[in-house]
């Protein structure tokens, strides 16, 4: 596989050398002991679960991976499997279709190749479906004892964060902190920056439990501006996007000037206003102010309230036939007894 070109202009870190392993040197001290999180025996299981902790956590890959060794213990046992009843296994560290058909083709390749043993360098590593730079290191570092320095999104922010590194490029970052540092502490050094990530320099950070802070870009050009009392000075750490420090905001959110309440209550109860009134108030308006063009420009509320009434064409007066026709609505009077439809003499009452 050929190599990754590089780009001809490497942006210089922030710190020196000595100043890098410097600070290296106090994270060791905050964090002792730094390693991988993810239970593996071999580099078979360390390759496996590496792949599975992609976007997801290393706990929930720990739960997942037990059951899963005991089912797959070798990589000519996981050459055998199927995606189907591999993605029930995996489902729950997400992404389980990606990852199943990487965790075959991986295995099927280790068999073929390199007759079911892992491959020991970095060249053959990433030759393997679904494994890069990044995972090739995790497992040449802590599996095989070859060194390797792994640069995730942790190792990424804390060191551009620092100023230790200047890239959002992984290969250039770690090219960075390899020309700097040992390589008997690549492994080493990635553990801690990962770490560090994990527990202290979060997206949102703990400064005030960083043990390098006075020495941070981040904190010194971005965090400085709301803590201390002067205020910083420095270029901004490149290679990851900056949050803006949120106590600043807040700082600056209670000096703005508040409206008085009159004001606010006076446009609230105009906006409250019906909207017959609001319409009446508008003409009035419209009627006082001095017309500055003719007639034909005002607005159709002014030209209907200024023009007469009666000044369009008068119909006449329909003509009074009250006289001639007797009206429908004249009652008339009760009907005598026996002068209706079948009448006769009326009926004699006897006395």
Not at 269 to 297: N, T
Not at 306 to 324: H, I, N, Y
Request: charged residues 25%.
């Amino acid at each position: 596989m050929p190599k990754r070109a590089v780009p001809r202009s490497v942006p210089t870190p922030a710190r020196s050398a000595a100043e890098t392993r410097q600070i290296l040197q106090t994270l060791y001290g905050q964090h002792p002991g730094a390693d991988t999180e993810l239970h593996f025996s071999n580099a078979y299981e360390l390759l496996v679960a590496t792949i599975l902790s992609a976007q997801c956590t290393d706990e929930r890959v720990n739960q997942v991976t037990p059951a899963l060794f005991r089912r797959y213990p070798d990589a000519r046992a996981l050459a055998k499997a199927t995606t189907t009843e591999l993605e029930p296994q995996i489902q729950s560290t997400g992404f389980f279709r990606a990852k199943s058909r990487s965790l075959v083709g991986m295995a099927a390749a280790v068999v073929e190749q390199h007759d079911g043993e892992i491959p020991r360098t970095m060249e053959d590593l990433v030759a393997l479906p679904g494994v890069g730079r990044k995972t090739a290191n995790v497992v040449l570092g802590h599996a095989l004892g070859v060194p390797g320095l792994p640069v995730d999104r942790h190792v990424l922010r804390v060191a551009n964060r620092i100023g230790i590194a200047r890239s959002d490029d992984p290969v250039i970052v770690e090219q960075q902190l390899c020309a700097v540092v040992p390589p008997a502490d690549w492994t080493r050094t990635s553990d801690t920056l990962i770490l560090h990530g994990r527990r202290i320099c979060k997206p949102r950070p703990l400064c005030d439990r960083c043990a390098v802070r006075q020495e941070c870009e981040y904190y010194r050009t971005v965090v400085g501006l709301g803590l201390g009392s002067k205020k910083a000075v420095g270029p901004k750490p490149a290679g990851v996007r900056l949050k803006p420090d949120t106590t600043t905001a807040r700082r600056a959110a209670k000096r703005r000037v508040a409206r008085p309440i009159g004001e606010i209550r006076s446009d609230r109860s105009q906006s409250r206003q019906p909207s017959k009134m609001r319409k009446a108030s508008s003409l009035r308006d419209a009627q006082e102010a001095p017309p500055q063009r003719p007639e034909s420009g005002l607005p159709s509320e002014v030209r209907r309230a200024a023009k007469p009434r009666g000044t369009g064409r008068v119909a006449e007066a329909p003509p009074d036939r009250s006289e001639s026709r007797p009206s429908s609505k004249v009652r008339r009077g009760p009907k005598g007894r026996g002068t209706g439809r079948g009448g006769g003499a009326p009926r004699q009452t006897k006395k």
